[in-house]
């Protein structure tokens, strides 16, 4: 089993920059890829970016294309998102999730590991 904890949330300006980390830890696979989803209140688990298990493919929604970017540092078993001129209506927990695989994954269904979430606040 494959334990994913996030952090690097918080609250911030709009215009600001965050940087998530997800740290995976257990029996994952050596070609495990990862994902960030974020889930705003009253709303569905959204994608928001993915990257296969090299960093050598990474996908995004049209939402964040530009301003975030998914890496990987494998030495570390982590994962980041970097959020760039945060918007409030960026506002949410974002998870990251985990999979054993080759490639990209962008529906929450497909994946196999989940962390615990961590807020992030974007203020006007």
Not at 96 to 106: E, N, Q, R, S
Request: hydrophobic content about 35%; overall charge positive.
């Amino acid at each position: 089993q494959v334990q994913l904890v996030e952090s690097g949330g918080g609250l911030v300006q709009a215009g600001g920059s965050l940087r998530l980390s997800c740290a995976a830890s257990g029996s994952a696979s050596s070609r495990y890829a990862m994902g960030w989803f974020g889930q705003a209140p009253g709303k569905e688990r959204e994608f928001v970016a993915a990257i296969n298990w090299s960093g050598s493919q990474t996908r995004y929604s049209d939402s964040v294309k530009g301003r975030f970017t998914i890496s990987r540092d494998n030495v570390k078993n982590t994962v980041y998102l970097h959020m760039n001129t945060l918007k409030p209506e960026d506002t949410a927990v974002y998870y990251c999730a985990g999979k054993a695989g080759f490639t990209t994954y962008i529906t929450a269904d497909m994946y196999d590991n989940w962390g615990q979430g961590t807020q992030v606040t974007v203020s006007s």
